[in-house]
């Protein structure tokens, strides 16, 4: 005779059905995030064409048309939120693209989040369009690191603003080179410091397998979505000389 506690047992018939119901929760609990990185994937691609445009266009910004021809990589940050009371923070999520010496052409891109935080007299908010210029090779080296920060990994510094600036003024010493377009009042806050870190999720679901940013760039394994061409052809007209 059974006991009051114990439970029955379930027949073997009820096996299938169970694994049937585990499998589909598994799917429908997946395939909305995996959707939704593609989704996050496809917007940064266009979100970064359009930076590189209206970088491109813009009056004040001559010192980054002059020195995107001459960089290694780029780093694009379309739509860095930052916000602080006394105590700043900035992120977003971005992307990098290598310029192969040999052929000219433009690799990848892969795919970063970037983070960081930042202390001093500061109040307010704003989203900015940030793209950083790589001139060497350890700063292309640094980001086939998992998390890199930069600052402290390779040098940044800010690139020459305003009208008739001359690549010359810029510090082309340092690993990275720094332009922003701000929307929104903010002051005090600084890339330098910030942690960049690779996003294995967007990598993934853009390129449809576990890829890595040493994979894309370095590996060179067969790996191309033809979703960033649009941004492959604008980076190409950017450093036509």
């Known amino acids: 005779m059974k006991g009051k506690n114990q439970s029955p047992r379930l027949g073997k018939s009820w096996w299938p059905a169970i694994i049937l119901i585990i499998f589909l929760n598994i799917t429908l609990l997946s395939t909305p995030v995996l959707a939704d990185s593609r989704q996050d994937a496809s917007l940064l691609i266009i979100k970064a064409r359009y930076l590189v445009e209206n970088f491109m266009f813009d009056p004040n910004l001559e010192g980054f048309r002059e020195l995107i021809k001459k960089a290694r990589a780029v780093f694009l940050v379309p739509d860095l939120l930052k916000g602080a009371f006394i105590v700043g923070a900035s992120g977003g999520n971005g992307l990098l693209l290598v310029n192969d010496p040999k052929t000219g052409n433009w690799d990848g891109p892969a795919f970063y989040t970037v983070g960081g935080a930042s202390f001093g007299l500061q109040i307010g908010g704003s989203a900015s369009d940030t793209a950083i210029l790589v001139m060497t090779e350890r700063g292309i080296t640094s980001f086939m690191a998992t998390s890199v920060k930069l600052g402290g990994d390779m040098g940044i510094a800010a690139g020459p603003i305003g009208l008739?600036?001359?690549a010359a003024t810029a510090n082309l010493s340092v690993d990275l080179i720094s332009f922003s377009r701000s929307r929104g009042l903010y002051?005090?806050?600084?890339?330098?410091?910030?942690?960049?870190?690779?996003?294995?999720?967007?990598?993934?679901?853009?390129?449809?397998?576990?890829v890595t940013p040493t994979d894309i760039f370095i590996r060179h394994n067969v790996v191309k979505n033809p979703e960033a061409d649009i941004l492959i052809e604008e980076l190409a007209k950017a450093t036509k000389k």
């Open 187 to 210: 002051g005090g806050v600084s890339l330098d410091g910030s942690v960049v870190a690779i996003r294995d999720d967007l990598n993934e679901a853009f390129y449809k397998k576990n």
């Open 164 to 166: 008739g600036v001359s």
